[in-house]
C-alpha cells in the first residue's frame, strides 16, 4: 500500500511541475513531497535488513518511470525528481538511520530536514536550470512542514523501532 501513494504521489507532484511549472512547486512540497518523505521513513522500517537500498532505489526509479510514461514532456523533470529524489533518500537514509535510539518522529522529522534540504535544492537546478531562491527556500519549508504532519498521520500507531 504504501509503495502505491508513494508512486502516485511522486508522479502526481512530477506531472503537476511538468505543466504548472515553478510556481506549482511549494504546494507539491507540502502536499506530495511531504507525503513522500514520511512513506519513505515508514518502507525504511518496513523494509531494514531486506535489501533496503535496492528496493528504496527501484522504487525512486520506478516513480520516475512512471511520471515519465504519463507525460513523455515531462522527461527533464522526471530525471529531476529521479536524481532530487536519489540523493534526499540516501541523506534521509543516512539521518534516520543513525539517530535510531530517538523515537520515531523524531528520527522521521530529523531525517525530513535532510532530505528536504538535498532535493530543494538539486530539483530546481536540474529541472529548470537555476534555483529561484525564494520558491526553493518555500519548497523546503514546505516539505519540512508536511513531512511533520504526514509522519504523525503515518507513525501514530508505530512501534518504536
Do not use: E
Not at 123 to 146: C, E, R, W
Request: glycine share 8%.
Amino acid at each position: 500500500m504504501y509503495v502505491l501513494i508513494y508512486i502516485t504521489a511522486v508522479a502526481a507532484a512530477n506531472l503537476s511541475v511538468a505543466h504548472f511549472g515553478p510556481v506549482s512547486t511549494p504546494f507539491n512540497a507540502f502536499l506530495l513531497i511531504g507525503l513522500d518523505l514520511a512513506i519513505r521513513d515508514r518502507l525504511h522500517l518496513d523494509w531494514r535488513g531486506r535489501a533496503l537500498w535496492a528496493r528504496m532505489a527501484g522504487l525512486i526509479a520506478g516513480a520516475g518511470i512512471i511520471s515519465y510514461l504519463l507525460n513523455p514532456a515531462s522527461g527533464i523533470v522526471s530525471v529531476a525528481s529521479l536524481v532530487a529524489f536519489s540523493a534526499a533518500a540516501a541523506a534521509s537514509a543516512v539521518v534516520f538511520q543513525s539517530t535510531r535510539r530517538y523515537p520515531v518522529l523524531a528520527r522521521a522529522n530529523g531525517a525530513n530536514v535532510a532530505g528536504a534540504a538535498l532535493d530543494s535544492l538539486i530539483f530546481p537546478l536540474i529541472a529548470f536550470g537555476t534555483v529561484f531562491p525564494t520558491i526553493a527556500g518555500l519548497q523546503f519549508l514546505a516539505k519540512v512542514a508536511g513531512g511533520a504532519i504526514w509522519s504523525w498521520l503515518v507513525f501514530r500507531r508505530a512501534r518504536p523501532a
